[in-house]
């Protein structure tokens, strides 16, 4: 028999989503786990759906919390306090495996990433993505490796931009408990909305050899109504401490590479791209989302890397990509109210 699985759902309002994310993990053909499921103060029939489950079936361990650890003083994630509850409560021959309460495994996930990381001597292993339309079902794309990769000594550097999407979520992964124990969980205290990322860059600087199993093994259903999606003041910064814990996490390994250097920089205008549909969209008035856009379009990072976008290998096009920004700003009625605020912007733009 195989080690044995810890595995951790972390639900809130997620009454209909639920029964998906725990049938996934019932019908394991590896059944040597224990799940234990969080109700996150849920306003909905989240409670009522994990009880209803824990009363079937004994390898479910109910978790229920009053009110969503956001209301608390100290707004501690759930994450940190499960995995600082239980690295030193099962044997360190264990492992951790999370999933959101809205996704899915395949049916051979546990099997295929266990026998993967044993066979491999690995601390922790990670695995492909289809990324599923929550309303149509259909795949929106592949998060896929075309061969498996092992990661020793510098490959955790040299191969960076190769595994690097494959380490920025905790589902879709295994984790050692003995890797675990030997993590410091300060950088999730601090990443908010980059959690995830946090933690897996942790687990990856802490580990001796790690894997990416190229087979899809994980199904992430993507909704409007996801965090994700909203728009929110405090993401340009996230996005920066992002980018300074993974500069972090390669100067373990030497001096970072040009390679790298650019790698990260095009990880930056990406998350960029990301947050810009999220500020057009949102429901604040127009000076909001300007003074937004000018805290990232004057921000130091940000002009250094309009003013090396060539060099650093970015292909889409510069001009483009500005011109769309400022066509957008001159159509929103009333901008001519904050011209001070749009010059400035385009000012910043102006590398």
Not at 27 to 54: C, E, H, K, P, W
Not at 253 to 264: M, T
Request: with cysteine; net charge negative; proline share 2%.
């Amino acid at each position: 028999m195989s080690e044995h699985v810890i595995i951790f759902i972390q639900a809130y309002n997620a009454a209909e989503t639920l029964n998906r994310a725990i049938e996934s993990i019932l019908n394991q053909t590896n059944n040597n786990f224990t799940l234990y499921v969080l109700d996150n103060g849920s306003l909905d029939d989240t409670r009522t759906v994990i009880m209803n489950y824990a009363g079937r079936d004994n390898r479910i361990i109910p978790m229920i919390r009053d009110k969503n650890h956001l209301l608390d003083t100290d707004k501690t994630l759930p994450l940190i306090t499960f995995i600082d509850q239980i690295k030193f409560q099962y044997p360190s021959s264990c492992y951790f495996v999370n999933l959101d309460a809205d996704d899915e495994y395949s049916v051979d996930f546990l099997e295929k990433m266990i026998d993967f990381v044993t066979e491999n001597n690995l601390d922790i292993a990670t695995c492909g993505t289809d990324w599923i339309d929550e309303k149509s079902g259909k795949i929106i794309k592949h998060k896929l490796l075309e061969k498996n990769i092992i990661l020793d000594g510098q490959d955790f550097a040299e191969q960076f931009p190769i595994y690097r999407n494959f380490m920025v979520t905790v589902w879709g992964g295994v984790y050692s408990l003995e890797l675990l124990q030997k993590c410091d969980l300060v950088w999730l205290r601090n990443a908010k909305y980059f959690t995830d990322t946090a933690f897996c860059m942790e687990a990856f600087r802490r580990s001796k050899r790690a894997g990416v199993l190229a087979e899809s093994l994980h199904r992430y259903y993507i909704s409007p109504k996801t965090v994700s999606n909203q728009f929110n003041t405090d993401w340009f910064q996230e996005c920066k401490y992002l980018h300074n814990i993974s500069v972090e996490f390669l100067l373990d390994y030497g001096e970072i590479s040009k390679q790298n250097q650019d790698y990260l920089d095009v990880l930056f205008l990406i998350l960029i791209k990301y947050i810009l549909p999220r500020i057009q969209g949102a429901s604040i008035d127009l000076s909001e989302k300007l003074k937004s856009l000018n805290e990232i379009f004057s921000d130091d990072m940000t002009r250094h890397i309009l003013r090396y976008w060539d060099e650093v290998g970015i292909y889409s096009n510069k001009d483009e990509f500005l011109y769309e920004i400022k066509e957008w700003i001159t159509m929103q009625d009333g901008w001519e109210k904050e011209y001070s605020t749009v010059e400035n912007i385009i000012s910043s733009m102006n590398v």
